[in-house]
């Protein structure tokens, strides 16, 4: 599926805008700090029900604004209407001054019509497909997107979070209990924190902290055993990709590192079990958990050697692409439906021959979205392919217009 139409009130520099977007390829351009990221930030919030720049909501929310809401209508890749259940109104879910609008947005004819809205001054966000409330985990049925952003070129020397945040981003479209065992395992790993920042300071109780354990075992080993069968299936496809953009170089492999081992004849939940009794005197201490999913590595290595020690920029660069196109191309085989990409001003990043391999995936999409400040480092045969769309910052609120990149 791809997007038809973008609606956005009050997100960041947006007042409001209406945009109609049609397939193939989406070329935004403008200066720095213009609205191009977030643009594409909204059609995150569609795909995932957050941002991927902030884990605070209310700094999505425009200043002064006492609401934001980001709308999309679904359409199939082929042009034909698709229509999930019935849209419905519920009564009294509009957030404030969207009431006297909500008429227009009460059916979704040619599409199904994703929303995610939030209330200023803490108020509860709220995600809706067709006007019926649900989960954002659902959000993926109808938009899966992949983002390639400037801070993903850190992945391969940058800090473990950048890494388990891409592979936890990885793993949830391909097991629908992985967002679930996420949240349960974050749930337990906070009591297990604050337990132990108890005891460390002679006020905790350890018996309390064994009622915590059996929820972290449970969902740390099943977030581990989740990450292992997803690198398994990639390792293929992300060979393929680094050998068709860098048929020179040797085979790239993404490897899992973790604190708790596996020792022969041991499941995950066996290891990290080990490995909570072997720390329990330096975690009461520490007054922190110290093992877990939660401090556990990808290492990108080529002919078995660890690329944050050795590898140039433009190895780094080419594993990353490789991981991205390896990406588009698992998220394909889910069923058949290739996702939205999303790139997010990283051109100048690529050499011409990487800036090539882009280009003809780019072609082969449904539709994407492409941001820059600058459309001369686009590749020519792409922005001939392109829709421009110009991003013009003005203080009412940011405007996009198509226009001559």
Known sequence: MLIRSLTIRNLRGYAALDLELGPGPQLVWGPNA??????????VLLGLGRSHR????????????????????MAAASGSAEVAEPRTVVEGAEPAGERDRA???????????????????GGRKRIQINGVPRRPAALAEYLRAVLFAPEEMLL?????????????????PHDTRYASHLATYTRALQQRNSLLRAIRDGQGDRDQLRLW??????????????????????????????????????RLTIGYSTNAPLLPGEEPRDALARRLAE?????????STLVGPHRDDLVFSMAGRDMASFASRGQQRTAILALKLAELDLLTLLDGRPPLLLLDDVFSEL????????????????QALITTTDPGEIDPELRRRARPWRVVPEESGARVVEGEA
């Open 34 to 43: 213009a609205g191009k990221t977030t643009l594409l930030e909204a059609v």
């Open 54 to 73: 902030t884990t605070t909501d209310s700094e999505l929310i425009r200043w002064g604004a006492d609401y934001l809401r980001v709308e999309g209508v």
């Open 103 to 121: 008429s227009e947005h009460q059916t979704a004819p040619h599409g199904v019509a994703l929303e995610f809205a939030l209330q200023a001054g």
């Open 156 to 172: 391969v020397v940058g800090p473990p979070s950048l890494r388990r945040a891409a592979l936890d981003g990885l793993t949830t």
């Open 213 to 250: 354990d059996e929820p972290f075992l449970a969902a740390g080993s099943a977030i581990v055993g989740a990450r292992l069968h997803l690198l398994e299936v990639l390792a293929g496809p992300l060979a393929a990709a680094h050998s068709e953009i860098a048929p020179g170089e040797e």
């Open 279 to 287: 720390t329990a005197e330096k975690e009461a201490w520490n007054g």
């Open 351 to 366: 050499d011409s021959d990487r800036r090539g391999h882009l280009v003809r995936r780019i072609a082969e999409l449904p």
